[in-house]
């Protein structure tokens, strides 16, 4: 009868202090440890001098890891245990280390604890306060609570591919950071989830491809994906819809990026560098997203290939940048002016549009122009391109005074009407110019130097005109034979079947704007260095020197507008009189709006002036009399001399 009052003073206790079996050593045998039996707020030992640390939920926790602050997530558990599932990003220090380790950790850091369920969590929480720790938030009920609620954790697979073996239809996968030396084959719609982008690796170990989609609706997000062969890539995406790939690094792979025959892909926030094919390339692949990506010091950097105006039809913006510098990609577009700055530049299914004076390098395409009309592109470099202007199902596109070299191929026609490519120098290019199902085509007055192909022709059924049925084009392997000294080979060029050049020119054509846009024309196997135009005296100044110190000899055949002085009796001469001027024909051609001459001299560094007849007489007057002056002077003087 004596033991009921001690029994019942025993269970009041229980039931009014039930964080004295939270914050004991011990958890006495059935007692459950949960979120409920933890205290929401503050908790400091009796007799402590320490800091509080505050218990906080998993909710709690979950918005605090997804905010902007600063914060240290740190797991108390051991290895095993976190390799089988931790929070993003989280530090392990076991906790039986922890005292041991604090040097590890900033005393003024927000740190979030936690454990399995809340106990271990609770003891490093209070050793953090012991050590002058300010900010510290212990999670109740641990990764336990956490997955519970839907949250993720990631986790250290042995095989990436046999975690994807087993999942289920749209299920995410959250992979711990670590380096997995893996060809992962994505053949069902997924999520794949890095913990850091940095850190998880997942790496092909220079054989074959890293990772291949084929699955529609498959996402993949914060990886590194390296080290494809060469040929291969670091992540190909096949035949697949809706796709995502979303801010990972895919670096010194075979190529980065490539989709063929996908369409409705997104591939935003990505870093694609040092591939050594393309970066990203679309082949096939319609209707593609491509938002503020970075390519850089790949070989190609970007790349979209297609027949059927679909296969061009991209969302690309100049959010996405190659070597640091925007890419420019038009679509159903008029009237526009691309800046000079592009690193790419595509016109698709528009009309009116002018590129000028840039300068675009290492891409697939220099210029993509596909389904357009009245597309000028003019004064630019096109260099060190797959394909360095590609023109595909265009008409009335105009290509002039453009460098187009080191390119696979120099410029792609492919079923296109009615352009012009003129006052170009294509060369040392794999191909120099090629042709496929192309009407009604103009290509004149280029310099094609060097090329290992000059021209392609993939048809017969190409009506291509290579001349303008007075000068045509300047072949470097062309043969050099000018028995009327007019500057036009004797012998045609032939450019392939049914195919020819019938005034192929002897010299580099060159074109240079003097007046009102008003332009002067030079044929001349010498080195022009300049060409000046003073309107006061109607005079042209040009200067040359030979191109190679074995040269003996050069010309000039140059067409005059009848703009820029009076042609009917045009004089020529060279450094002031002393060169002969050699074969002068000023009679070659006389159109009304413009004349034809042509001379001839002996190499060496020469400057050349051209002006109506009538002004030279006069500059030889001039010169003339300043000679007998200056003969007059200096004998006047010698006679002084003499009398002194």
């Not at 890539?233 to 990972?248: P, Q």
Request: net charge negative; charged share 15%; hydrophobic share 35%.
């Amino acid at each position: 009868m004596r033991k009921k009052p001690f029994l019942i003073v025993a269970a009041v206790l229980l039931a009014a202090f039930p964080t004295c079996l939270v914050l004991g050593t011990a958890n006495p045998g059935g007692f459950k440890f949960n979120e409920e039996n933890l205290p929401n707020e503050p908790v400091k030992l009796a007799n402590s001098q320490s800091s509080a640390y505050t218990n906080i939920t998993v909710s709690e926790a979950k918005t605090m890891t997804d905010s902007s602050m600063s914060l240290t997530v740190l797991d108390v558990r051991n290895p095993d245990e976190y390799s089988a599932g931790h929070i993003r990003n989280a530090n392990l220090i076991p906790v039986d280390q922890l005292a041991s380790r604090l040097n590890e950790l900033e005393e003024s850091s927000n740190i979030l604890v936690y454990c399995r369920l809340g106990v271990r969590s609770t003891r490093a929480s209070q050793t953090l306060a012991d050590n002058n720790f300010t900010n510290i938030y212990n999670m109740l009920g641990g990764i336990t609570a956490w997955i519970a609620s839907g949250f993720p954790v990631y986790t250290q697979y042995a095989s990436i591919q046999q975690a994807v073996n087993d999942a289920y239809e749209n299920q995410t996968l959250y992979v711990s950071s670590g380096t997995y030396f893996e060809h992962l084959l994505l053949n069902k719609s997924l999520t794949l989830t890095g913990e850091d982008r940095s850190k998880t690796i997942i790496d092909a170990n220079q054989e074959g491809t890293a990772v291949k989609i084929t699955a529609n609706e498959t996402v993949i997000t914060d990886f590194t994906i390296q080290n494809s062969s060469l040929g291969e890539h670091g992540l190909l995406i096949e035949n697949s819809s809706s796709v995502r790939i979303e801010g990972n690094t895919i670096i010194n792979n075979g190529n980065g990026i490539t989709l063929d025959h996908s369409w409705n892909t997104s591939i935003s926030d990505n870093v694609i560098s040092a591939n050594q094919g393309y970066g990203v390339r679309l082949d096939h692949s319609p209707n593609s997203v491509l938002k503020n990506n970075s390519l850089e010091s790949n070989r190609y950097g970007f790349s979209v290939e297609g027949q059927l105006l679909d296969d061009f039809i991209q969302n690309v913006d100049a959010s996405n940048k190659i070597n640091g510098k925007p890419i420019y990609y038009l679509v159903n577009n008029a009237f526009e002016e691309i800046p000079s700055y592009a690193s790419y530049v595509a016109v698709v299914n528009s009309s009116n549009v002018e590129v000028q004076c840039a300068d675009l390098a290492d891409n697939g395409e220099g210029i993509l122009i596909a389904y357009s009309r009245n597309i000028l592109f003019a004064n630019s470099t096109v260099r060190s391109n797959n394909e360095g202007i590609c023109i595909v199902s265009c008409s009335n596109v105009a290509i002039s005074r453009s460098l187009v070299t080191q390119n696979t191929c120099g410029i792609l026609l492919s079923n296109s009407n009615d352009n012009v490519i003129s006052g170009n120098t294509i060369a040392d290019n794999n191909v120099g110019v090629q042709v496929n199902s192309t009407q009604e085509t103009q290509i004149h007055h280029n310099n094609l130097l060097d090329n290992l192909k000059q021209v392609i022709l993939l048809d017969n059924d190409s009506s291509v005109f290579w001349d303008d049925s007075i000068e045509g084009n300047y072949w470097s392997d062309g043969v050099q034979s000018d028995l009327n000294y007019d500057g036009i080979s004797d012998t045609s060029y032939e450019v392939g079947e049914d195919n020819t050049d019938n005034f192929p020119l002897l010299g580099r054509f060159q074109c240079y704007d003097l007046l009102n846009n008003c332009d002067l024309t030079i044929i001349s196997n010498s080195t022009v260095e300049d060409c000046s135009y003073f309107g006061s005296n109607n005079t042209i100044i040009i200067h040359v020197t030979n191109e190679t110190s074995a040269q003996t000899s050069g010309f000039c055949r140059i067409r005059l507008s009848h703009a820029l002085m009076d042609v009917a009796q045009v004089a020529v001469s060279i450094d002031d009189g002393l060169t002969e001027v050699l074969h002068f024909d000023d009679t070659l051609l006389d159109n009304g709006a413009d004349r034809w001459i042509y001379f001839a001299y002996e190499h060496s560094k020469h400057e050349i002036v051209i002006v109506p007849e009538f002004e030279l007489k006069l500059i030889l007057i001039v010169l003339s009399l300043i000679s007998v002056t200056a003969i007059f002077q200096k004998t006047k003087v010698d006679s002084m001399d003499c009398a002194s």
